[in-house]
């Protein structure tokens, strides 16, 4: 297949310079985009109707051939916009040729890439939104079971499995706030800015943006073609899902080892071992947090590309598209499991409470009730740690221990320490929690 821009290349330079290989994906966005540029340039008089209406059948053949199967992707093409112009000609003849008025492949490329990153992102929110969804509804069922919270990964203080999860569900709101963050800032068209500096027939750029559904067109022309910072955001925001998605794997493999036994996970999402017969393996859960580390490597390549690049469009940025697939791609895997993984694990509220019940983790509840009955915090808290480095569970310690350690304390340090009770004091928000997260998703 020939060029569009009429020269030739050869062996490794051809390989290096082809793009189809990545951007084919975007060829609904790329005929999408063609379809509006032609409606606007027959309605401007700068190519005919009957030349539009040739341009509008072509491509929407090409579209349902493609849908279909019946057309497959020439892979021997430069990239997707010369295939699809290409394959134009070849059905309409010269009206197929005149597509390319008041265009170049530059705005051609970047209005193609707006397209489908604003698509992917309509997914992933979507997605998003179904992981809020299961963590939700897996908190609404251990609301009250008490467990550990920890601070280094200590025993800290007792929370509810419930209210963990919601913390869960809080950093995915923060990621659908950031991804339709992303949305909007690049919904902007940059088709009529051409190579760099516009063109001199008169286009309507306001129609194509509209016909596209984009919020206007991209006001500077230099900037329509070179600005990449949609991918580099796009790919910010999804770095922050990963680091998110793989703070939940650690703690679902954590939680489903022997060692914590919390929850077990659900089949489909674990593995065996080829040699040890009794192994359950969190495979999934750790190759979500092994697939954040690619993330994070697709942003530092975007914005390395970037770097030092002078305006406008430049043969790097032909990188673009690599880093952010990847990206998009390996977010949405990883989205699509969590949220059936989360929805289909069973947890275990005895071995919650039987691990809440060994840390002494009421030990600041019992220097509170010290500061409630008139001594300073501090000393309350070096007496509550001469309880604890004694070993006894302080539900457990007789009441003259208590008052060895200091005369203040009475019967009623027993109701201070009961895990329940402390629970119960601390007023964690579960129900508040859940209710936002309930209303979130219906607004969202």
């Given amino acids: 297949m020939n060029n569009l821009w009429g020269g030739s290349i050869a062996g490794a330079a051809r390989a290096l310079n082809s793009s189809i290989e990545v951007d084919c994906r975007m060829w609904r966005e790329d005929i999408t985009g063609s379809l509006a540029h032609a409606a606007m340039l027959a309605k401007q008089g700068i190519i005919t109707e009957a030349d539009g209406a040739a341009i509008k059948a072509g491509l929407e053949g090409i ?24 394959e134009l000609t070849a059905r309409i003849g010269d009206a197929g040729k005149r597509l390319h008025t008041a265009r170049s492949r530059n705005d ?24 809020i969804r299961a963590i939700h509804d897996k908190a609404a069922e251990h609301a009250d079971t008490v467990m550990p919270g920890y601070t280094h ?12 999860l919601c913390a869960w569900a809080m950093m995915l709101t923060r990621d659908v706030g950031r991804l ?45 073609v070179s600005d990449r910072d949609f991918c580099v955001e796009t790919l910010s925001a999804l770095s922050l899902v ?48 092994g697939k954040t580390g690619r993330v994070y490597g697709d942003l530092t390549a ?76 501090r000393e309350a808290y070096g007496i ?30 027993y109701a201070a320490v009961d895990l329940d009770a402390c629970v119960k004091r601390r007023n964690l928000p579960v129900a508040e929690e859940l209710a936002f997260l309930e209303r979130f998703l219906e607004e969202n």
């Fill in 302 to 377: 975007m914005l390395t590309v970037l770097k030092g690049l002078p305006l406008a469009y430049n043969k790097d940025m032909q990188e673009d598209k690599q880093a952010l697939f990847d990206a998009l791609d390996t977010v949405k895997l990883c989205l699509s499991v969590l949220a059936p993984m989360v929805a289909g694990m069973t947890a275990h509220p005895e071995a919650m409470r039987k691990a809440a019940g060994a840390g002494f983790i009421n030990a600041t509840d019992c220097a509170d009730w010290l500061v409630a009955h008139g001594v300073p915090f």
């Fill in 63 to 86: 579209l349902a051939d493609l849908d279909s199967g019946k057309l497959t992707i020439d892979m021997s093409a430069e990239d997707i916009h010369t295939f699809v112009e290409m």
């Fill in 242 to 289: 990963m680091a998110h998605l793989s703070r939940m794997a650690e703690e679902l493999v954590l939680w489903s080892s022997l060692e914590f036994g919390y929850v077990t996970m659900p089949e489909g999402f674990v593995t065996g071992s080829s040699i040890m017969p009794q192994k359950k393996n969190p495979d999934m859960a750790e190759l979500i947090r």
């Fill in 384 to 413: 509550a740690a001469g309880l604890v480095h004694g070993g006894t569970p302080l539900e457990e310690l007789p009441i003259e221990a208590y008052k060895k350690a200091c005369p203040v304390f009475d019967e009623t340090v």
């Fill in 180 to 224: 339709k963050d992303a949305r909007k800032r690049l919904n902007q068209c940059p088709l009529g800015a051409c190579a760099l500096a516009g063109t001199t027939f008169p286009i309507d750029r306001d129609a194509t943006a509209a016909a596209l559904g984009f919020d206007g067109p991209v006001i500077n022309s230099l900037d329509a």
């Fill in 108 to 131: 051609q490329v970047a209005t193609d890439l707006r397209l489908y990153t604003r698509g992917q992102l309509d997914e992933l929110i979507g997605l998003a939104l179904e992981a």
């Fill in 153 to 164: 990964l200590q025993r800290a203080q007792p929370v509810t499995f419930g209210h963990y």
